[in-house]
């Protein structure tokens, strides 16, 4: 399968998890078929200047990031870090996390939640 970035399809959410701002998901994967049941998510997200989602806590899944481009700060279990270009998050079953953006270009994460 190949799926031209035109062909990725594109969600925004507002004031996710109790965050700022939009969040645009671009699906890299779209659905449990084509993640073979492993995961249910797999895109690449998009928050604005100032943006932010909300912390929660991820049960019966873990979520790992891949910052792509931009800064932030990311809220590891009440550990707060600085973030960028390069960096992987990882969050595990029964692990919370939140993640903002405090630079001024947007912020842009790989994302992958997959089933533990």
Do not use: C, W
């Not at 481009?69 to 960028?84: A, P």
């Amino acid at each position: 399968m190949i799926r031209k970035r035109e062909e990725q399809p594109t969600e925004t959410r507002s004031n996710m998890r109790g965050g700022a701002g939009d969040v645009v998901f671009r699906s890299l994967l779209t659905g449990e078929e084509e993640m073979n049941g492993k995961g249910r998510l797999y895109s690449v997200l998009t928050l604005p200047a100032g943006g932010s989602i909300g912390y929660h806590v991820h049960e019966g899944e873990s979520e790992t990031f891949y910052v792509l481009k931009g800064q932030g700060e990311f809220d590891d279990n009440g550990h707060k870090r600085q973030i960028e270009q390069g960096d992987v998050l990882q969050t595990p079953n029964n692990g919370g996390h939140s993640i903002a953006n405090t630079g001024k270009e947007p912020l842009e994460l790989m994302a992958l939640i997959l089933y533990v």
